[in-house]
């Protein structure tokens, strides 16, 4: 679930780009870049670590130009080496192009397979480097963006959002499904293209839009163009990033994420009320969903853990070790709050259930006498195929357990995770426009091995439709 974000501006981009990318930073943790064009050339910077670790004030100023692109990574296909650090940059034809790319594509084997028989080389192991040899091809072949991500589009499968820098125009576009987040804004002497709209916020723009699903954003000094490439029939918004990974201030697709989450706070204390001194949560991502527990159980909010701010988030650090040794630096409990009491305590998701366990223990140590879980997403029962680092049902510790069991293994008082039902009426969306893949084990896209949603994919002599309909390009 990395983070990208595209911005031409008059005054250069390079301390813009670092901004919204600080502001991008809980996508992705391992890596960070920057690509800008100068008028001449590419000029490129990045490295391992956090955006404030990677950069330097001397740095940004040798990154000259008034079009530029960042990437924030999280890995989920391709290692987590230097080569794989986006973004990625390329010159062909006296061009220069510059890549980054936010999501997971299903075909990448079958479709790298091809280009290495064919002769290619490659030099990542990431599915980015393969959306970048289809739009290089076809542009050479063409000289027409729009008809290479028209290509694109056809070719691959799976979730995108992408923004191409080509000898400083920026291009931009989102998987037919809008899978990813994407969107639109006007800075003061520009335009930002960006994962979520809290990057535009950063630089004090004006979020303007949504990217549409199948839409292609060019960006210049001239201003912005919008072409409609692709138009599907149904959407698959992933519904992981209203359950945690979203920032809470995000708008994404129309809908306030932080109203999501209190809405479906209150919705877990309709379901599984109970009677107890305190709400808490698990900060910072269980903080609006206890909030709205208890708003309408009308128990008292009262903090419980007190977080490190200087942590990063633990679900997306690169090893289950790493996660667990996180958990005691990153959270503390607060004695006073909890010894003698039953507080309820309210989190995002229970994934492996290592974690859950551990804070529990935390607060029994710390005096608690019940703790009641109460769970802002269903139980995830299947792995995510499209950009979220969930892998195997094995490690899964709902896939093959009960809603108790789960409760006896995290040593919970008592356990309620919220209905898909009532999840998908505080989002407000229609179920069948949302990925619910990974609590489901029903996708929007075909997976080998896996069952498709039949109302988000179209099959004709075996091959994947996606409900494109027609591949006319509509200006717009």
């Known amino acids: 679930m990395c983070g990208i974000v595209g911005i031409v501006d008059a005054g250069g981009v390079s301390i813009q780009l670092y901004y919204a990318m600080y502001a991008l930073q809980h996508r992705g943790q391992e890596s960070a870049g920057i690509s800008t064009f100068d008028g001449i050339s590419l000029c490129k910077f990045k490295g391992q670590g956090l955006v404030a670790d990677v950069f330097s004030l001397s740095v940004l100023k040798d990154l000259k130009g008034t079009a530029g692109i960042g990437h924030v990574r999280y890995p989920t296909t391709g290692s987590n080496l230097p080569e794989n650090i986006q973004p990625l940059n390329f010159q062909f034809q006296d061009h220069f192009i510059s890549v980054a790319h936010n999501g997971n594509l299903v075909n990448t084997c079958e479709l790298r397979r091809e280009y290495e028989q064919a002769g290619q080389i490659f030099t990542t192991t990431t599915d980015t480097e393969i959306i970048a040899k289809i739009l290089i091809e076809e542009i050479t072949a063409s000289g027409c963006v729009e008809d290479a991500v028209h290509l694109c589009m056809k070719r691959i499968q799976g979730s995108y959002s992408v923004v191409i820098m080509i000898d400083g125009v920026i291009y931009a576009f989102r998987d037919p499904l809008g899978i990813k987040p994407f969107c639109l804004g006007k800075i003061e002497k520009g335009y930002i293209v960006a994962s979520e709209s809290v990057a535009i916020d950063a630089l004090g723009g004006k979020f303007l839009r949504d990217v549409k699903p199948g839409e292609l954003i060019r960006m210049d000094s001239e201003g912005v163009r919008c072409t409609q490439i692709a138009v599907a029939g149904k959407r698959a918004h992933c519904i992981f990033e209203y359950i945690y990974f979203a920032r809470a201030d995000a708008v994404m697709d129309g809908v306030l994420v932080y109203d999501v ?216």
């Open 261 to 476: 989450r209190r809405a479906i706070g209150q919705k877990l204390y309709e379901e599984a009320p109970v009677t107890a001194d305190s709400v808490g949560s698990v900060p910072d991502s269980g903080t609006a969903y206890a909030i709205g527990y208890a708003e309408r159980s009308r128990i008292p909010f009262v903090e419980s853990l007190m977080k490190n701010r200087y942590m990063g988030r633990t679900f997306i650090m690169p090893t289950q070790q790493a996660r667990e040794r996180a958990v005691r630096i990153k959270l503390n409990p607060i004695p006073g709050h909890l010894k003698d009491k039953s507080v309820v305590l309210v989190d995002d998701s229970i994934v492996r259930g290592t974690t859950s366990k551990r804070i529990i223990e935390m607060m029994r140590d710390a005096g608690a006498r019940e703790v009641h879980m109460r769970i802002g997403s269903p139980a995830i029962k299947a792995p995510c195929y499209l950009g979220v680092d969930m892998p195997t049902r094995k490690e899964l510790i709902a896939s093959d357990k009960a809603e108790d069991e789960v409760r006896r293994c995290i040593t919970a008082t008592s356990l309620h995770h919220i209905s898909l039902d009532a999840l998908v009426k505080a989002i407000g969306f229609d179920r069948e426009d949302l990925c619910t893949g990974c609590l489901t084990g029903c996708y929007p896209v075909p997976i080998e091995g896996e069952i498709v949603n039949p109302r988000q994919v179209d099959f004709v002599d075996g091959t994947f439709q996606s409900k494109l309909g027609s591949f006319e390009a509509e200006s717009s």
